[in-house]
């Protein structure tokens, strides 16, 4: 009678042993369950901050004729710009800088004459639209005498942080859809977020012709556990 009940009691150890093994290996199988997937978020916008950079040159012989005639470029260059709507706390004219092509170890120095004389109009505002319509009335500038060494527009979107919330929130919303669609075809349920990664953001140019227009691009990579 004793073996019997010895024999019953381990029987029943062995059940409740295996009951809780199993237990066990559900709930670590169940752990494991998870989806990865990655949610990307996309906005177009203009710039809103312009540096512009506008470059002119003299060349000759003689440098105080050649510093008066610079003067005079940069300030038909300034007048244009008021012309066009920016003020004078936004623009700034760098100082002339001289090349001495006698000076030069290098070159033949058969050169029609000695020295090249630039300077630099510089141009940072909020105007873009001002700048843009200025940068296609750069003939304008020509037909005063004024021959541009380079123009060259470089185009910000200021305002980007006030945007990555958003932009992060949708993210990670289209990441949770991608993921609520795997959880349905595999016939489980969406269980919590597990990791998150904040995610690169990227701005570029919308394209070569519209420097203007920015490109934000952030993609999120989200893990979540699946449920049965």
Same mark, same amino acid.
């Given at each position: 009678?004793?073996?019997?009940?010895?024999?019953?009691?381990?029987?029943?150890?062995?059940?409740?042993?295996?009951?809780?093994?199993?237990?066990?290996?559900?709930?670590?199988?169940?752990?494991?369950?998870?989806?990865?997937?990655?949610? @990307?978020?996309?906005?177009? /916008?203009?710039?809103?901050?312009?540096?512009?950079?506008?470059?002119?040159?003299?060349?000759?012989?003689?440098?105080?004729? @050649?510093?008066?005639?610079?003067?005079?470029?940069?300030?038909?260059?300034?007048?244009?710009?008021?012309?066009?709507?920016?003020?004078?706390?936004?623009?700034?004219?760098?100082?002339?800088?001289?090349?001495?092509?006698?000076?030069?170890?290098?070159?033949?120095?058969?050169?029609?004459?000695?020295?090249?004389?630039?300077?630099?109009?510089?141009?940072?505002?909020?105007?873009?639209?001002?700048?843009?319509?200025?940068?296609?009335?750069?003939?304008?500038?020509?037909?005063?005498?004024?021959?541009?060494?380079?123009?060259?527009?470089?185009?910000?979107?200021?305002?980007?942080?006030?945007?990555?919330?958003?932009?992060?929130?949708?993210?990670?919303?289209?990441?949770?859809?991608?993921?609520?669609?795997?959880?349905?075809?595999?016939?489980?349920?969406?269980?919590?977020?597990?990791?998150?990664?904040?995610?690169?953001?990227?701005?570029?140019?919308?394209?070569?012709?519209?420097?203007?227009?920015?490109?934000?691009?952030? /993609?999120?990579?989200?893990?979540?556990?699946?449920?049965?």
């Amino acid at each position: 009678m004793g073996r019997v009940k010895e024999s019953i009691i381990l029987a029943i150890g062995v059940m409740v042993m295996g009951w809780c093994v199993k237990a066990g290996i559900d709930n670590f199988t169940n752990k494991d369950r998870k989806v990865t997937v990655k949610g @990307l978020a996309e906005r177009e /916008v203009p710039a809103d901050k312009v540096t512009w950079s506008i470059s002119t040159k003299e060349t000759g012989n003689d440098l105080p004729t @050649l510093y008066e005639r610079i003067n005079v470029q940069a300030g038909k260059i300034k007048a244009f710009l008021k012309q066009n709507g920016l003020e004078e706390s936004e623009i700034t004219v760098n100082p002339p800088s001289v090349s001495d092509l006698e000076a030069r170890e290098w070159g033949d120095n058969q050169k029609p004459f000695r020295y090249i004389v630039n300077t630099t109009i510089t141009v940072a505002t909020t105007k873009v639209e001002a700048v843009n319509k200025a940068i296609f009335k750069q003939a304008e500038l020509l037909k005063q005498g004024v021959a541009l060494d380079s123009s060259y527009p470089n185009y910000e979107y200021a305002s980007f942080q006030q945007m990555k919330p958003e932009m992060m929130s949708e993210a990670i919303k289209n990441a949770q859809k991608t993921a609520e669609q795997f959880a349905e075809a595999s016939e489980s349920k969406l269980g919590k977020i597990q990791t998150a990664g904040q995610g690169q953001f990227e701005i570029e140019n919308r394209d070569e012709n519209t420097p203007y227009i920015k490109k934000i691009r952030v /993609v999120t990579t989200v893990t979540y556990s699946l449920d049965d």
